[in-house]
């Protein structure tokens, strides 16, 4: 079972706190402080729940949802959005497919934890559905 | 019945789905998504509804009491307003499956009721075929602010002016039980 989970974020007390949530709740945590380390995570293998943080310097959540479509680098993969933001800007339009979830910064323990056991049971769905 | 969604849809549409019994309508889902998650997010809503939830199929006649799922990478038109007809072409308000497109393919019908939704989500999809829904004597609803993860589809159709009621999943919910029959 995959209960693997990445923190994307360029605030390490937002890093620090989520590493603190998912090790209480024995989920694997990844951590990126930049869009290219999340980039490399996935190039190394990694597949699982992404949370990406919206702001970052250089390339943003939005460049890096976009270099992991064009790079092959999404299958597999659940994306939920953090953001400090009241509304998402629209370097969001047509990619909305690719994100599941959206969760304003800062979120409860709680909050977290039911969000990420649900896209988890999703992910490890087996699909046999042959189209 | 039509639902639109889109970002924060997947827990939503399980808050909403695990509030119903099973009722006499067809639910269709426009909810924008992609090909590899689809078949996932309809097997995780079929988990929590008391109705069974499945990717819609081609030229498949929708049935009472079902829950079908816009499969992602199409979009979805219902043709007389009951057969499922998935098509390629261009992206609709940037996505694919678009609810409008589901939406405006729904004609004035004689009997029985018509309902469209909006739920949270990016964007103004959905805010057109809520117009058009209106139009066509249907009866329409927007999620409200407050429990939107993200407030820009269901404004988008409030602002038309054509939303009977503004609510949250769960009086969404209630609100389906009172206009709907049990099955």
Redesign the interface.
Known sequence: MNNRIMIVDDNEYVRASVEIICSSAQLDLATAASGPECLKHLESGFKGIILMDIMMPGMDGWDTIRAMVDRGLYDGNIVVMLTGMGEPDGKMEGLQEYVSDYMTKPFGPDQLIESLEYYLTLLNTPVDYER | MVIGV??????TL?ALFRELPALDAAFVVVL??????D???A??LD?VASMPVA?AEDQEFLRSGRIYLA??GFHLRLDGNQRVVLCEGP?VN???PAADVAMLSLTRQLKGKLVGIVLT???KDGAEGIRHIKQIGGITMAQDQQSS????MPKAAAETGAVDFVLPPQKIAAKLREILDPL
């Open positions: 889109s970002t924060g849809g997947p827990l399980k924008h998504i992609t090909p590899q998650m078949y996932r997010i097997q995780g988990a990717l499969p992602g992206r940037y996505v694919q989500g990016m964007g993860t993200i407030y820009g």
